[in-house]
């Protein structure tokens, strides 16, 4: 059994570092670990933990289902942030499991510290789920938990399987290390900033609001003081051609249109770029007419961050132009907006008054982060 148990522990701790690297052997090497544990645990009669392994299993074929198709329009999966909706439902998912498994686990006979063992197997699922998902507080999860074990691991006499704990804590460390700097790669350099082709960090200043709130038109007068690429509105050329007329399943589209759009004015920038609304309004928009919007469209928007949003008031006169339909619930849809930023936990800054009061009230904002 010796042989067997250094075989699963080898094969763990392998798998373990390839997912610090995001490496998708990652995933074929975990489903070797469960299934020898799985076969360790039935030939010790340990079927508690047996059941539990086949749980790691299932988790490791949905993991490697999702690291190659779990991203946006089926790509690749990319490292995310958990959201308050994924920490509530885990929260709630945690309380129950842990109810569940504490209460029959502290009825076994010989059973030791049942309690915390179940809290541990608690968490460790729902690390192990976050990790499937890419989701960089995973790694979070898994240093406390480590650093639990090994203590308790210690106490029981256990000692190779917390020298084996200890590896597994310092390699949690380092995935977290290397799991922020992917994703902060992936958002320009930290910051919510964007990369041009250059490799040069890119400012990214987003207009957003209601409609009819002169958006383009101060999105063009700030291109111009800054002498930088502006990115259009997509959503406005899209209805167009639709004649205004939208559908759940536009937003797909138009989230990708402006999404290429923003990229290719991002590969021309210097040093910043303004963006006439970005992933937001389509958020907004779509939970508003629909009460719901595709989550790929969430995780893109808060990897997408601009550095500053500039959320422009309806204090301006209506402008009907065939495509916009809210005259009477800008004040409503601005405070959408508004919530929006907050939830997402975004940087913004209301821009009210006259046309020149707006382009002041712009620039300084913008020369406030530095952006000058």
């Known amino acids: ?75 690749p999966l990319r490292v995310s942030r958990a959201s308050p909706r994924a920490w509530i439902a885990s929260g709630v998912a945690a309380m129950l499991f842990y109810a569940g498994i504490a209460n029959y686990t502290s009825g076994l006979s010989g059973v030791s510290l049942p309690y915390l063992d179940s809290g541990l197997t608690t968490v460790s699922l ?47 460390v380092t995935g977290f290390v290397q799991w922020r700097r992917s994703y902060r790669a992936d958002r320009g350099g930290g910051g919510g900033g964007a990369a041009s082709r250059t490799g040069a960090r890119v400012i990214k200043v987003v207009l957003t609001g209601s409609e009819s709130t002169g958006k383009s038109e101060l999105a063009r007068a700030l291109g111009e003081h800054f002498r930088a690429p502006v990115s259009a509105e997509f959503v406005r050329e899209y209805a167009a051609e639709r004649g205004g007329q939208l559908e759940f399943s536009d937003h797909g589209p138009i989230a990708r249109g402006q999404m290429a759009q923003e990229d290719a004015a991002i590969a021309r920038a210097a040093g910043m770029v303004i963006l006439d609304t970005d992933l937001v309004s389509t958020l907004v928009y779509c939970e508003h007419y629909f009460g719901r919007a595709p ?60 046309r020149e009061e707006r382009q002041a009230s712009a620039v300084e904002s913008i020369t406030a982060l530095g952006a000058s």
């Not at 979070?140 to 000692?159: A, F, G, N, S, T």
């Not at 550095?307 to 619930?329: C, E, Q, S, T």
């Not at 004040?331 to 913004?348: S, T």
């Open 1 to 75: 059994m010796a042989y067997w148990e250094w075989a699963a522990a080898i094969a763990g701790a392998v798998s373990v570092y390839l997912s610090t690297r995001q490496n998708i052997w990652s995933w074929p090497t975990a489903i070797v670990n469960v299934s020898l544990s799985t076969f360790i645990f039935f030939q010790s009669g340990l079927y508690s933990g047996m059941g539990l392994q086949v749980v790691y299993l299932v988790l490791s074929i949905y993991g490697w289902y999702q690291w190659l198709h779990g991203g946006a329009e089926r790509t």
């Open 126 to 172: 729902i690390a192990q789920w976050m990790m499937t998902r890419k989701i960089l507080e995973s790694w979070v999860l898994w240093i406390l938990v480590d650093v639990v074990y090994v203590p308790m691991y210690i106490y029981m006499d256990l000692y190779v399987i917390a020298g084996l704990y200890a590896v597994f804590l310092v390699l949690a």
């Open 295 to 354: 989550a790929w469209i969430e995780a893109e928007a808060r990897l997408r961050a601009g550095d500053l949003y500039l959320l422009l008031a309806p204090d301006v006169p209506w402008i009907p132009d065939g495509v916009r339909d809210r005259g009477d619930r800008r004040e409503e849809m601005h405070a959408l907006f508004r919530a929006r930023l907050v939830a997402l936990g975004l940087p913004y800054a209301e821009i009210r008054g006259s």
